[in-house]
Protein backbone atom coordinates (compact mmCIF):
# COMPACT_ATOMS: atom_id res chain seq x y z
CA UNK A 1 0.00 0.00 0.00
CA UNK A 2 1.62 3.51 -1.04
CA UNK A 3 1.09 5.89 1.37
CA UNK A 4 0.91 9.65 0.14
CA UNK A 5 1.85 12.75 2.23
CA UNK A 6 1.40 16.28 1.43
CA UNK A 7 5.24 15.55 0.35
CA UNK A 8 4.29 13.60 -2.38
CA UNK A 9 4.06 14.93 -6.22
CA UNK A 10 1.24 15.03 -7.99
CA UNK A 11 0.34 12.10 -10.92
CA UNK A 12 -1.36 12.32 -13.64
CA UNK A 13 -4.65 10.17 -14.45
CA UNK A 14 -3.59 8.32 -17.14
CA UNK A 15 -6.63 9.16 -19.31
CA UNK A 16 -5.28 12.58 -19.48
CA UNK A 17 -1.52 11.40 -20.73
CA UNK A 18 -1.13 10.88 -24.47
CA UNK A 19 1.06 8.30 -26.89
CA UNK A 20 2.87 11.50 -27.76
CA UNK A 21 3.87 12.63 -23.90
CA UNK A 22 4.80 8.86 -23.01
CA UNK A 23 6.76 8.66 -26.34
CA UNK A 24 8.82 11.84 -25.80
CA UNK A 25 9.50 10.76 -22.04
CA UNK A 26 11.11 7.14 -23.50
CA UNK A 27 12.76 8.70 -26.10
CA UNK A 28 16.28 9.60 -23.60
CA UNK A 29 18.17 6.85 -22.91
CA UNK A 30 18.52 7.48 -18.95
CA UNK A 31 15.00 7.46 -18.72
CA UNK A 32 14.55 4.51 -20.27
CA UNK A 33 17.13 3.22 -18.07
CA UNK A 34 15.06 4.10 -15.28
CA UNK A 35 11.72 2.66 -16.56
CA UNK A 36 14.00 -0.98 -17.15
CA UNK A 37 15.64 -0.96 -13.64
CA UNK A 38 11.95 -0.28 -12.02
CA UNK A 39 10.65 -3.07 -14.74
CA UNK A 40 13.30 -5.52 -12.80
CA UNK A 41 13.10 -4.82 -9.45
CA UNK A 42 11.28 -6.74 -7.26
CA UNK A 43 10.23 -3.36 -4.81
CA UNK A 44 9.97 0.41 -5.18
CA UNK A 45 13.62 2.11 -5.73
CA UNK A 46 14.58 4.88 -3.86
CA UNK A 47 15.72 7.83 -6.13
CA UNK A 48 19.30 7.60 -5.25
CA UNK A 49 19.29 3.91 -5.78
CA UNK A 50 19.50 3.68 -9.61
CA UNK A 51 22.66 3.09 -11.55
CA UNK A 52 22.28 6.27 -13.77
CA UNK A 53 25.37 8.28 -15.38
CA UNK A 54 23.81 11.58 -14.66
CA UNK A 55 23.82 13.88 -11.73
CA UNK A 56 21.43 14.15 -9.05
CA UNK A 57 19.81 17.36 -10.29
CA UNK A 58 19.47 15.69 -13.82
CA UNK A 59 18.13 12.49 -12.18
CA UNK A 60 15.48 14.58 -10.75
CA UNK A 61 14.85 16.64 -13.82
CA UNK A 62 14.28 12.38 -15.06
CA UNK A 63 12.36 11.18 -13.05
CA UNK A 64 9.89 14.16 -13.40
CA UNK A 65 9.00 13.95 -16.78
CA UNK A 66 8.36 9.91 -16.03
CA UNK A 67 6.18 10.92 -13.20
CA UNK A 68 4.56 13.36 -15.49
CA UNK A 69 4.12 11.29 -18.75
CA UNK A 70 2.03 8.38 -15.92
CA UNK A 71 5.44 5.98 -16.01
CA UNK A 72 6.24 6.15 -12.52
CA UNK A 73 5.04 6.36 -8.91
CA UNK A 74 6.92 8.79 -6.83
CA UNK A 75 5.96 8.79 -2.34
CA UNK A 76 8.02 9.50 0.54
CA UNK A 77 8.66 6.56 2.92
CA UNK A 78 10.62 8.54 5.97
CA UNK A 79 12.93 10.75 4.39
CA UNK A 80 13.49 8.89 1.34
CA UNK A 81 11.60 9.39 -1.84
CA UNK A 82 10.52 6.20 -3.55
CA UNK A 83 10.26 4.81 -6.60
CA UNK A 84 7.42 2.28 -8.88
CA UNK A 85 6.40 1.94 -12.63
CA UNK A 86 2.81 2.39 -12.88
CA UNK A 87 2.96 -1.00 -14.54
CA UNK A 88 -0.92 -2.18 -14.59
CA UNK A 89 -1.90 0.85 -14.88
CA UNK A 90 -0.13 1.62 -17.82
CA UNK A 91 -0.56 -1.34 -19.28
CA UNK A 92 -4.80 -1.12 -19.59
CA UNK A 93 -4.34 2.20 -20.60
CA UNK A 94 -1.31 1.46 -23.62
CA UNK A 95 -1.25 -2.60 -23.74
CA UNK A 96 2.25 -4.05 -24.52
CA UNK A 97 3.94 -0.59 -24.67
CA UNK A 98 6.11 -0.87 -21.40
CA UNK A 99 6.81 -4.62 -21.74
CA UNK A 100 8.30 -3.47 -25.51
CA UNK A 101 9.75 -0.60 -24.89
CA UNK A 102 11.42 -3.10 -21.33
CA UNK A 103 12.64 -5.73 -23.65
CA UNK A 104 14.03 -3.37 -26.61
CA UNK A 105 16.04 -1.46 -23.69
CA UNK A 106 17.19 -5.00 -22.77
CA UNK A 107 17.74 -6.32 -26.14
CA UNK A 108 20.04 -3.32 -26.98
CA UNK A 109 22.23 -3.56 -23.94
Same mark, same amino acid.
Given at each position: %? #?? %??????????????T???????? #??????????????????????? /????????????? /? $? #?????????????????? $??????? /????F????E??????????
Amino acid at each position: %M #VR %MDDRTPPHPDLRDVTLQQVLEAL #VDPVRRSIVTQLWDATEDVKCGG /FDLPVSKSTATHH /F $N #VLREAGLIRQYYAGTSRL $NSLRGDE /FEAAFPGLLEAIVAADLAAA
